[in-house]
């Protein structure tokens, strides 16, 4: 999480080096120091084409895992992530870039990211929303440190030197960390599976043979729904679905992608664009990748705070009451913000809140579906954000263009922002009361 998200959440500072190098030129025939007049930066397709892929391949890759491995996926990741940054440092032309930067890392990212995503759930049923804040605030902990990090490797080395750093740093990094990953093992599961069950028989039994009155039995039924929400857990879910074709026919699941492909577009186009932003309003390009960075930063503390507040409250309640502050931060903080203190203000309550978007998809498929084919789960809701992760970020780029590059032009990716955020927020509703009417139920 560290190294491969990391580095796409530390995107805005490449999108400000490209918008300098590339803006209004040639996607197909500009180089580097010669550019031609065009009405939209094609810098922006860099960007737009290593999300897109990066989703494409968490479905493929969850596919993968199941047939080779964790470990051997990894690397394969590893391999890619570093060959596509190293790459990109030799290329001149925009179109290079999309290749090199967009497509081989953006596979190389998606591989790793389902992965490391879906690792903590297997080992453990207790206290998830905790363990997996605690492993994807290692994405914010990439951003707080790789922006700033990119930004000195740029202005040391050149932009072509940062990126082949990066590059080998990637590639020998996450190779190393691929020696050791792996699922649960399926004994451990079963044994934990059968102890379970054979505790639910047997106080179920104790249960219909006692004469103790309807106290104990009252207690016993407490002991035994939790064995097996243990077990439900892993399995079944709030849904009991046991395929794939089942969880595409469930209502449930497709609340839940709609709301990811939006709020998953919104979060990248803020990362991507703050530090353009920050330029925009007057500030220097250190503050920009400053406030680009506390915004990373922020993330670490909500993925682990956020996480330890929905393993007490409910997983989809806090997804809910998360976007809920995401979109009223970027309408009331961010648009009006002219100041360099305010964009920080926004930068850390929209990472606190934002980031946590990545630890509840898990979560959420969990709380739905069951700990079973996960993965492949997780990986299904990969194909929707290909096409809104792409597109949002060339949206937001014509909103600004047309507009002018001005005050106004940035102000209107701040309310579009706002605005892909309240609908996320809408359909993370719907989807609370499809699973349940209550509002103090824990869900």
Request: net charge neutral; glycine share 12%; hydrophobic share 50%.
């Amino acid at each position: 999480m560290f190294l491969a998200p990391g580095i796409t959440n530390s995107y805005g500072i490449f999108e400000e080096e490209y918008e300098n190098l590339y803006s209004n030129s040639n996607s197909t025939t500009s180089t580097i120091g010669s550019p031609t007049k065009s009405s939209l930066s094609p810098a922006i397709a860099i960007g737009a084409v290593h999300l897109g892929t990066n989703y494409l391949f968490t479905t493929i890759a969850g596919v993968l895992c199941e047939r080779i491995g964790m470990g051997l996926t990894t690397f394969i990741g590893a391999l890619l992530v570093g060959a596509g940054m190293f790459a990109a440092g030799f290329c001149t032309k925009v179109w290079q870039l999309v290749l090199a930067q967009g497509v081989l890392a953006g596979a190389g990212i998606g591989t790793i990211f389902i992965i490391v995503s879906t690792i903590p759930t297997s080992w453990f049923s207790k206290n998830q929303g905790f363990l997996i804040g605690v492993v994807h605030s290692g994405s914010g902990v990439g951003g707080l440190v790789l922006a700033p990090l990119t930004r000195f490797l740029i202005n040391r080395y050149s932009l072509s030197g940062a990126l082949k750093i990066l590059g080998l740093i990637l590639a020998v990094g996450i190779a190393l960390v691929s020696l050791g990953m792996a699922t649960k093992p399926d004994e451990l599961i079963d044994r934990e599976d059968e102890d379970n069950i054979d505790m639910v028989a047997s106080l179920e039994d104790v249960c219909s043979n006692s004469d103790g009155g309807s106290s104990r039995c009252a207690s016993v039924n407490k002991v035994t729904s939790l064995a097996k929400k243990r077990m439900s857990v892993r399995s079944f879910g709030v849904r009991d679905v046991h395929s794939t074709k089942g969880v595409l026919k469930s209502q449930e699941f497709w609340y839940l992608n709609i709301a990811v492909m939006l709020a998953e577009a919104s979060f990248y186009v803020v990362l991507f664009f703050l530090p353009v932003y920050s330029i925009g309003i007057g500030l220097t390009s250190e503050q920009g990748a400053l406030i680009a960075g506390v915004a990373n930063g922020a993330t670490i503390i909500g993925r682990i705070t956020i996480g330890y507040i929905a393993d007490l409250s409910g997983n989809i309640n806090m997804f809910l009451i998360t976007h809920v502050f995401v979109t009223l931060s970027c309408f009331f903080l961010w648009f009006p913000a002219k100041s360099f203190i305010i964009m920080i203000v926004f930068a850390c309550t929209f990472g606190l809140f934002a980031g946590s978007l990545t630890p509840m998809v898990p979560l959420c498929s969990v709380t739905l579906f069951g700990q079973n084919g996960l993965a492949n789960n997780v990986g299904l809701l990969g194909i929707g954000m290909v096409l809104t992760t792409s597109g949002a970020p060339v949206i937001a780029r014509l909103f600004y263009e047309k507009l002018g590059q001005n005050g106004a032009g940035y102000g209107t990716v701040a309310l579009f922002c706002g605005g892909v955020y309240f609908l996320a927020t809408l359909s993370i509703l719907a989807l609370r009361i499809c699973v349940s009417r209550n509002p103090w139920a824990k869900i």
